[in-house]
């Protein structure tokens, strides 16, 4: 892969904690690729190392070619955007975007151009001589963008940019932000631990675990096909078996691994009628007790107990799916094709 950013090797300490374990990764150009993973897990810290704001211990970044580790963050020609926006409050919006510029030289004229020329881009022309306390935190993290986007960096980073936001506007945000990062073909490390956010935004997610990049690859690769443990718990609410869980479940295996894993929708609830379908495509039926229901929205999750194992399973709340109470008894089809093998390391 042609890399626009490469890291080779980052390594960080604080005190006698690693944080960063020789990191490797390379970003193409106008890629938007995803930090994922819980907190404490690094992904921040890369990210502030990326920027210059934070010394590395040792390794190399590149950026088209050119080695960036000894330059200070105003020579790398990076914009970043916090999840605290860090607007400054006795400026107005148009003030604010044209910060960056101003600081590099640039004339009145072009400043104000760029500027009315974002405000468009985040749809806030009406605000431009508004002042950051009368914006909501959705308008604030937009202008933060805008900012960022205004001295038109080499490389666009977001830390958790979206994470003091409500639901709905998150949504709605991430949405605009992917559309302005692909108008722009800007090379963007979006930082998170949200799953569906970095399933949602990404060209590539790189998932993390202790100062780790422990699996990367497109959103339905590190979804569908989790290597470790780690990765099938940390992504989708995967059921994850040891053997002997398995093998109660299935009764053989095929493979000599110790860990497996199965998606909850790749199970399936049985109605009478399904039943016998069920039986005649080949799936193996076990007998199960219902513990917990749960709605998550537009998904019903019941927690059924087979034989001491216990299951997560997701259906569709579409209103014609089975809708079954705690502790009745169930029916379920399992799909040997389906259970994944896992590896332990980085469980």
């Known amino acids: 892969m042609n890399a626009y950013l490469e890291l080779q090797g980052i390594r960080k ?12 990764l390379k970003i193409r150009e106008g890629e938007l690729v995803t930090l994922l993973g819980p907190s404490g897990c690094g992904k921040s810290t890369l990210l502030r190392c990326i920027a210059g704001l934070t010394e590395i211990d040792g390794g190399r970044m590149l950026l088209e070619q050119k080695d960036i580790v000894n330059l200070p963050p105003r020579s790398r020609e ?21 910060y960056g510029m101003k600081m590099r030289g640039a004339s009145k004229e072009a400043r104000r151009n760029r500027s009315e020329e974002l405000l468009v881009l985040i749809d806030l022309e ?25 001295v038109q960096p080499k490389l666009l980073l977001l830390d958790e940019p979206l994470s003091a936001l409500d639901a709905k506007i998150r949504k709605n945000l991430r949405t605009e932000i992917r559309d302005i990062q692909k108008k722009f073909n800007m090379t963007t490390i979006f930082v998170t631990h949200d799953q569906e956010e970095a399933l949602t935004l990404s060209d590539r997610v790189c998932l ?4 780790s990049i ?5 959103p339905e690769a590190v979804y569908t096909t989790p290597r470790t443990e780690f990765v099938a718990r940390f992504m989708g609410s995967y059921n994850v078996l040891t053997r002997p869980e398995a093998l109660r479940l299935f009764e053989q295996l095929d ?21 016998s379908d069920a039986v005649h495509a080949g799936k193996r039926i076990v007998e199960g007790t219902v513990y917990s229901v749960t709605i998550l929205g537009n998904i019903i999750r019941y927690s059924i107990d087979v034989a001491g194992v216990m299951l997560t399973i997701d259906t569709l709340n ?13 029916s379920l089809a399992l799909d040997g094709s389906q259970l994944l093998h896992l590896d332990r390391e980085g469980a």
């Open 318 to 330: 579409d209103g014609r799916s089975l809708r079954i109470k705690e502790r009745s008894l169930v």
């Open 126 to 150: 009406d605000k431009r001589d508004a002042y950051p306390q009368h914006l909501s935190g959705g308008q604030q993290q937009r202008v933060a963008l805008a900012r960022s986007l205004a």
């Open 208 to 211: 993390m675990n202790k100062g």
């Open 255 to 275: 493979s000599a691994s110790e860990s497996f894993a199965i998606r909850p929708e790749s199970v399936l609830l049985l109605s009478e009628e399904t039943r």
């Open 78 to 98: 990076i914009g970043m955007v916090f999840q605290s926006y860090a607007l400054f409050p006795n400026l107005t919006v148009s003030e604010n975007i044209q």
């Open 214 to 218: 422990v699996q990367e690859g497109t």
């Open 13 to 24: 300490q604080f005190g006698n904690t690693s944080v960063l374990n020789n990191v490797d």
